[in-house]
């Protein structure tokens, strides 16, 4: 094994950027750190058991499937809890933020994301030029702006970019950026340890909250009401609001009238899928980034195949980059048909394909989430299954019931309906079964 650790897993991260979103990248693997690489094992370092946990039961798979790959033979992960002799928690070494940016955030701002590497087509002219103006005088322009759109067309990068020229030309700003299901921890952890006030204080006592992805926020009654009266707080002094969303604000049926009319107080801009020419233009810049000179014509074919999204792009360029070298194959239009695949070729989902999505996140076999078996982890797990198959796929309940054992109808209603309560009480399983759902959605044609 030639790599070392910090090689190893800086490549894993670098993958890991391209398959997950920006706030849940942040979330878990901002302040993680490689410790030790042998030749059966990766070390890695987190500052807590909160972080431990959360990258054990969602990403643990994942990353040893990368990190075997870059080393062409199996790799286990190792998480450690890095402490000092007295016990407490070591700072990280891993931050994307700028020195000054942020200081005051539950995330960091990434300084790549700026106006000017923002690549601008018809699909997103609105949302980009109210996050200009926003971002050149806050509190006035629209406020709140809210940008919606599917995953990863552009949005948390519009929401960094107002933070990120903020900052630059008035550094003495205070600016939050966070995830809604970063909001909602902090939310739950400020109550168990009394410390509301202080939460408060961070989040209403600031020039600029940007807040990605509210769409997790449905059904969690609490933090909707903390983040109404923050809105409020806020938008009463002046103090400017952005938000993101996967849906507009009127199809979020999961939250507050209330605070869905707040979100139309100021502007509702909407971000398109790019068209051909601006997905070459993004291709172009994305190699640009990495000081290559890709030619065109293998632009254009990447681009013709990538229709979704820009992370999708972006993680088409890396396999094909990563094909090039380690293949030491020219790029041709020829040497690339088989690896990209046209989008509309997509199988369609089934329930198959769920369980075993699901049963590879948790480290379990699909004929165990099929059995009978009562164990806390695997009825868990059947019981997500159950719900997914419900709302990806047009199967019925008894359908689904036969998928899974002949169970009766009813008790697979039962699983289903436990899940929907539960996703109301624990915003960390909402996001851990929004990656699934996005996972799925990203690899299969599926019927909403």
């Not at 600029?208 to 969690?220: C, Y």
């Not at 502007?267 to 172009?284: K, N």
């Amino acid at each position: 094994m030639t790599a070392t650790a910090t090689t190893l897993w800086d490549s894993v991260l670098s993958t890991l950027k391209t398959e997950i979103s920006y706030s849940s990248f942040e979330t878990w693997f901002q302040e993680t750190r490689p410790v030790a690489l042998d030749d059966r094992s990766l070390t890695i370092a987190v500052p807590d058991p909160f972080t431990k946990g959360g990258i054990e039961r969602r990403y643990r798979e994942m990353i040893e499937e990368i990190a075997s790959r870059s080393c062409e033979q199996p790799v286990a992960l190792v998480i450690e809890i890095l402490k000092d002799e007295a016990g407490a928690t070591l700072p990280s070494s891993r931050s994307h933020a700028t020195p000054d940016a942020n200081r005051s955030g539950a995330l960091p701002l990434n300084p790549d994301y700026s106006f000017a590497s923002f690549v601008r087509g018809k699909n997103c002219d609105l949302a980009y030029f109210a996050s200009e103006a926003v971002a050149g005088k806050l509190g006035t322009a629209y406020n709140p702006l809210f940008i919606y759109g599917n995953v990863g067309l552009g949005k948390t990068h519009l929401l960094q970019a107002i933070g990120n020229h903020v900052l630059a030309i008035a550094p003495e700003r205070s600016v939050v950026y966070t995830s809604s299901e970063r909001f909602a921890i902090e939310l739950i952890n400020a109550i168990r340890n009394n410390t509301t006030a202080a939460f408060r204080n961070k989040y209403r006592q600031i020039d600029l909250l940007l807040i990605d992805d509210v769409h997790f926020l449905e059904g969690k009654e609490a933090t909707q009401e903390e983040l109404f009266h923050t809105f409020n707080e806020l938008h009463g002094n002046e103090k400017q609001i952005v938000l993101s969303s996967d849906r507009a604000p009127e199809d979020l049926s999961g939250l507050q009238e209330r605070l869905v009319s707040r979100f139309r107080w100021g502007l509702v801009a909407d971000i398109q899928a790019p068209d051909l020419e601006t997905r070459i233009a993004i291709l172009r810049e994305k190699a640009a980034l990495r000081g290559l000179d890709i030619d065109v014509g293998i632009l254009e074919l990447i681009a013709s195949r990538i229709s979704s999204n820009v992370r999708a792009l972006e993680g088409a360029l890396l396999k094909v980059l990563a094909f090039a070298e380690l293949g030491g194959e020219p790029l041709t239009p020829k040497t690339l048909e088989g690896m990209l695949p046209k989008e509309g070729q997509r199988p369609r989902l089934t329930i198959q394909h769920i369980k075993e999505e699901v049963a590879s996140r948790y480290n379990l076999k699909r004929q165990e989430i099929e059995s009978s078996s009562r164990k806390k982890e695997i009825t868990q797990a059947r019981h997500i299954a159950i719900y997914l198959a419900r709302e990806m796929t047009d199967n019925s309940f008894p359908a689904i019931g036969r998928e899974f054992g002949d169970r009766d109808h009813s008790t697979i209603m039962h699983s289903y309906v436990k899940v929907k309560s539960m996703l109301e009480e624990t915003p960390l399983l909402y996001a851990e079964i929004g990656e699934i759902q996005e996972n799925l959605s990203a690899r299969y044609s599926t019927v909403q």
